[in-house]
């Protein structure tokens, strides 16, 4: 078997042997890693004054890692900027919060280059590259500048925006033709891969036949693949020692009223905003519900130097408290709003713990909270997961109470619908979601990934 590299932005390699610690991607990445030999490659996270190209090798859990320090400019630019705050907004449809600044294009080009002369050097002619996410767009076609014939495929984590959306994006033809120099390039779903053709067809000029997309003398595969979690090891974390604590310390402080649970990094593209507002409209419908459920939401916050994410957060402060502050009693409060990240294995407890997993992102790429809460249930008693149409997760989920997140009316009946529903029918419901879960899960994807980019052609046009 051929050797693997992986090249990500943060490489989150397994350091101990509890797997279930770490998140289900590296704990994928790494055993296809073990399995065939090779390395994670990516940014270490830290800032150098200079940039100097020296690779940090580790070896953990027989995974070797091999990690570079970016400068301070790259770190603000390529980062913070062209990757936070003019791609991720585009790709999730926020086109009000793009920022297009030519330094930050600039920025990202720089960084990709000198990840591609970094690593260069480490690829042998027969091993296979995987690059992930929104961040190494061009990686490939760089590597490809430097002469590197190996296959390389894409996989991109987050949704494929309408054209019109990403006709907006300067430049925005010259980032999908360096697409083209990917052997394979793989999405969530159906409609985000429908998205690319339809940019790459009318925009750039491209063909597409079947699974094939050409440009010029370039080709590339395309595939919906459904990231997954890992299950098994999921479900039976959710019974772990530390689970079963967090599990009875809800419980108890829940004190016999129902638990709704959110989980989401402080993002805007989770619709944390349109998911009070969906429950405070339940309270408001529902006085005699009032004070028998309660919402916990969980949202550690992230990329916490941008400004779009300064403003959720305190958006999300007023909005808690407002509605706190209109419905609680000196006994009961509506909204347990929590900026802090748990364990994986506290995490499972707390969803086994909740009568209802609310899921409602604006767009998502995937969504594995989803995925997660479905896996922590108890077989014999579930609860309800209500997802958002919105998520890449709801094509695979249609089991679930599927809403539209911008509709209050939606969420607060699906709240109602979800609170009230027959055992039987949510043991119904979720053995056909968590059959789904287990059979695809993450090992099913990196499988299904990397035979799809083994069985893909060698590029005819190397180093133009
Ligand atoms: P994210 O946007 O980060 O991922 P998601 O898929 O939900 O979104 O994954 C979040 C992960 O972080 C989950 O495993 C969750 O358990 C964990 N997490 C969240 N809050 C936490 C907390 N408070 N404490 C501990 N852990 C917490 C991107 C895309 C998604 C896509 C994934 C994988 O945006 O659409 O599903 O990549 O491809």
């Not at 900026?339 to 604006?362: C, F, S």
């Amino acid at each position: 078997m051929n050797r693997l590299i992986v090249i990500s932005n943060r490489v989150t390699a397994p350091k101990g042997s509890t797997a279930g610690a770490q998140g289900g991607l590296a704990v994928a990445l790494a055993a296809a890693l073990r399995d065939r030999g090779g390395m994670w490659f990516g940014w270490s996270g830290e800032q150098t004054d200079q940039f100097n190209g020296h690779i940090n090798f580790q070896r953990n859990s027989g995974v070797t890692t091999a990690t570079v320090d970016l400068e301070e400019q790259d770190v603000q630019e390529y980062y913070d900027g062209y990757a936070n705050r003019t791609l991720w907004p585009l790709f999730h449809y926020r086109i009000d919060l793009a920022e297009y600044e030519r330094d930050f294009a600039g920025g990202y080009k720089r960084t990709n280059q000198r990840f591609a002369d970094t690593v260069r050097p480490l690829i042998e002619p027969d091993d296979v590259i995987w690059i992930q996410d929104y961040h190494m767009f061009p990686l490939g076609a760089e590597l490809r500048a430097r002469g590197c014939a190996n296959r390389i495929g894409f996989f991109l984590h987050i949704p494929w925006p309408p054209r019109r959306l990403l006709g907006t994006l300067p430049n925005a033809r010259e980032l999908v033709e360096s697409l083209f120099a990917y052997d394979l390039i793989g999405f969530h779903t159906e409609e985000w891969l429908e998205s690319f053709c339809d940019f790459a067809r009318h925009d750039m000029g491209a063909t597409i036949e079947g699974n094939i997309a050409r440009l010029g003398d370039r080709q590339v595969e395309l595939i919906a693949c459904p990231i997954g979690i890992d299950a098994v090891e999921f479900a039976e974390m959710s019974k772990s020692v530390p689970a079963r604590l967090a599990y009875r310390r809800m419980r108890d402080s829940a004190d016999g009223r129902d638990m709704i649970v959110g989980v989401d990094r402080l993002d805007y593209s989770k619709g944390l905003e349109e998911r009070f507002l969906g429950y405070e409209r339940f309270l408001n419908e529902h006085p005699e519900e009032r004070k028998e459920v309660f919402l916990l939401q969980i949202a550690p916050p992230s990329r916490v130097s941008v400004e779009s994410y300064q403003r959720i957060r305190q958006s999300l402060e007023g909005l808690s408290g407002r509605i706190n502050g209109a419905y609680a009693d000196v006994d009961w409060v509506p909204i347990r709003y929590v900026n802090q990240g748990y364990p994986r294995d506290h995490l499972a407890g707390i969803y086994r713990a909740a009568k209802i997993g609310l899921v409602t992102p604006l767009r998502d790429g995937m969504n594995l909270v989803a995925k997660e809460y479905v896996a922590a249930q108890d077989p014999e008693d579930p609860g309800v997961l209500v997802l958002s149409r919105f998520a890449g997760s709801a094509e695979q989920m249609e089991d679930a109470l599927l809403v539209n997140p911008y509709s209050a009316e939606e969420v607060s009946d699906a709240i109602y619908q979800a609170l009230r529903m027959p055992r039987e029918e949510r043991v119904r419901r979720w053995e056909k979601l968590m059959a789904g879960v287990q059979e695809f899960d993450v090992t099913w994807w990196a499988k299904t990934f990397l035979t799809a980019l083994e069985k893909s052609r060698i590029p005819a046009d190397v180093g133009s």
